[in-house]
């Protein structure tokens, strides 16, 4: 089993970026998927989640209005669109995948498969 993110990088405050989680060695369509992050010296964040076949989505607080959580089962992939970035946007994102229903679950030990993560900085 495999999650591997990818899209992070450096941008500016204001700026947009995408990320993208290619999963292989389960059935991707089965799971709940979702993005968590980490911010430096702080605990997990929950980001978002999605639904098995895309039609439910949910997003934190901070979250709505600047990010698009979307899915490829097709293609296996996961992606989370981010705009107007702000420097606390900063973290590692990681991309997890829960069996069953789309919930906001902040716990590692709350999924069954997890990502090594894609570093996000937003600097001017």
Known sequence: VQLVESGGGL??????????????GFTFDNYAMSWVRQAPGKGL???????????M??????????????????????YLQMSSLKSENRAVYYCAARYGAAVAA???????????????????
């Open 45 to 55: 964040e929950w980001v978002s989640v999605i639904s098995w076949d895309g039609r």
């Open 11 to 24: 941008v500016q405050p204001g700026g947009s970026l995408t990320l993208s989680c290619a999963a292989s």
């Open 106 to 124: 902040i716990h590692r030990y709350e999924y069954d498969y997890w990502g090594q993560g894609t570093q996000v900085t937003v600097s001017s």
């Open 57 to 78: 989505t949910y997003y934190g607080d901070s979250m709505k209005g600047r990010f698009i959580i979307s899915r490829d089962n097709a293609k296996s992939t996961l």
